[in-house]
């Protein structure tokens, strides 16, 4: 599908729409700054990754009885990985230190325990899924049975000069909801950028 195709316009348009309801100074917050604002009740809801979940928890708040989630509208049936990895230089200074703290954040104990902290779910399928909260459960069941989408944002799924481009085309779409440039943005970024003839 090409990025001037009519869904993606539809979708464009859509998010415009959804961009009405966003508060009036948005671009000068951070993530967790607005995750915030959800906890203390000046913002209904933040369209965020499971990263907030920390942040919720951490204020004190309960799943499911304080806070809630959904996917966000028109993705259900996909799951949208965002993997971060860790790699041990061919010429580490401190090889037996690094492959030793390697070793420890792939363990099971370390996977359970950071998981259940962040909200995000284990890579290793052989964890206490039970020392897991309802909202990992729900993730680890949509990652289980959802199509699999690699991040353009995180730089996963694009090289990094269409990232650019496309993050500059949003910002300019936030500013002048104009369908028409910023789905001619992403056709010519893409090109540019040999993701697309």
């Not at 209904?44 to 942040?55: K, L, R, V």
């Not at 708040?61 to 230089?89: K, M, R, Y």
């Not at 399928?125 to 949509?142: E, F, P, R």
């Not at 995180?154 to 779409?173: H, K, R, T, V, Y």
């Amino acid at each position: 599908m090409m990025f001037d195709d009519p869904r993606v316009k539809e979708a464009a348009r859509v998010y415009g729409r959804m961009l009405d309801y966003q508060n009036a100074d948005h671009s000068a917050l951070s993530w967790d700054q607005a995750v915030r604002r959800v906890i203390h009740g000046k913002a209904a809801f933040t369209a965020m990754g499971d990263w907030a979940y920390g942040e919720l928890v951490k204020a004190g708040l309960v799943e499911s009885q304080n806070f809630g989630w959904v996917s966000f509208p028109g993705t259900e049936g996909t799951f949208l990985v965002v993997a971060d990895g860790f790699a041990l230089a061919k010429s580490a200074p401190n090889v037996a230190e690094a492959v030793a703290w390697l070793e420890m954040v792939g363990s099971k104990e370390a996977q359970e325990a950071f998981n259940a902290l962040k909200g995000s779910i284990p890579v290793r399928t052989d964890v206490d899924k039970g020392k897991l909260g309802v909202y990992q459960q729900w993730s680890m069941a949509s990652f289980h049975h959802d199509a699999l989408l690699a991040s353009c944002v995180q730089g996963e799924a694009a090289p990094a000069a269409f990232q650019q481009e496309l993050n500059d085309a949003i910002s300019m779409f936030v500013a002048d909801r104009n369908v028409e440039r910023f789905t001619g943005a992403l056709v010519q970024a893409a090109r540019a950028s040999g993701l697309s003839k």
